[in-house]
């Protein structure tokens, strides 16, 4: 079992930064993939980006490439999402998910463990 708690969210102007993080605990979560992904009211979860504990190796979306930056703390055991220049579309709750190193990449449905989310609310 693996647990995420995100933290971090809140509201933003565009052109703003935020920064959000996922606490993970338990057993072996160090070999895990760490993503994340966001899901705004009437549309599909998206993949934001993801993240191996090793090496690291990321993996982003188009849509936030440049912007947005995945890093891990392994002695906390915090995952971060940095996020720079948000746009009003990308106002979301945002998810910490974790699978294993098999899984990494952007289908939402290889993630066995998921956080509550975190909402993030971007002002025009």
């Known amino acids: 079992q693996v647990q995420l708690v995100e933290s971090g969210g809140g509201l933003v102007q565009a052109g703003d930064s935020l920064r959000l993080s996922c606490a993970v605990s338990g057993r072996n979560y160090s070999t895990t993939v760490m993503g994340w992904f966001r899901q705004a009211p009437g549309k599909e979860r998206e993949f934001v980006g993801c993240?191996?504990?090793?090496?690291?190796?990321?993996l982003y979306a188009d849509s936030v490439k440049g912007r947005f930056t995945i890093s891990r703390d392994s002695v906390k055991a915090l995952v971060h999402l940095q996020m720079t220049n948000l746009k009003p579309e990308e106002a979301a709750v945002y998810y910490c998910?974790?699978?294993?190193?098999?899984?990494?990449?952007?289908?939402?449905?290889?993630?066995?463990?998921w956080g509550q989310g975190t909402q993030v609310t971007v002002s025009s």
């Open positions: 998910a974790a699978t294993n190193p098999m899984g990494f990449g952007p289908d939402p449905n290889v993630y066995e463990y």
């Open positions: 993240i191996t504990w090793h090496d690291p190796n990321m």
